[in-house]
């Protein structure tokens, strides 16, 4: 039974690919956009349990909006599609103020929600967030790098 916490990259990447994988190449970060859909679905698939936190869903919104130039109506669409995957996701709530008591804000509220999730649960993060993926190591938080698993097909 595998866990995963997800970062908000993968899964834009998943969002955008359920909704049209031809534009999966607007929120890639790689060359091979079709490579990184194909990953990302199969690292889900093989997840028991995925847990977001509300931070996440937040920059999901927003990420999906600017990147794709989306209008506010087109978005919602792209949300309501995505709903029905997103409902098998389950969610941790970090209190505001923890948030605010992490010795390491500069990482953003949303990277502080996931690793005291990941903290939480023991379960690892997944994300390509290279900065995140150091601070996470050095705090023996278990993290998957997704362009190392992407690259390890």
């Not at 890639?28 to 889900?44: A, G, N, W």
């Not at 649960?121 to 996470?136: A, M, N, V, W």
Request: glycine content about 4%.
């Amino acid at each position: 039974m595998r866990k995963i916490i997800i970062d908000t990259s993968p899964l834009v990447i998943h969002l955008v690919g359920v909704f049209n994988n031809k534009l999966v190449e607007k929120v890639s970060i790689y060359k091979f956009p079709d490579d990184e859909l194909r990953c990302v679905e199969r690292l889900m698939a093989q997840a028991d349990d995925i847990v977001i936190t509300p931070y996440v869903f937040g920059e999901l919104f927003w990420l999906v909006n600017t990147r794709l130039n989306q209008s506010g109506d087109d978005t919602k669409k792209i949300f309501i599609r995505y709903m029905k995957v997103m409902t098998r996701f389950k969610e941790s709530f970090i209190e505001k103020n923890d948030i605010l008591d992490f010795k390491k804000l500069e990482l953003g509220p949303t990277d502080v929600s996931l690793f005291l999730t990941a903290k939480r649960f023991k379960y690892p993060i997944l994300t390509s967030d290279r900065e995140f993926i150091g601070f996470c190591k050095s705090e023996k938080v278990d993290v998957i790098s997704f362009q190392d698993s992407l690259f390890n097909l």
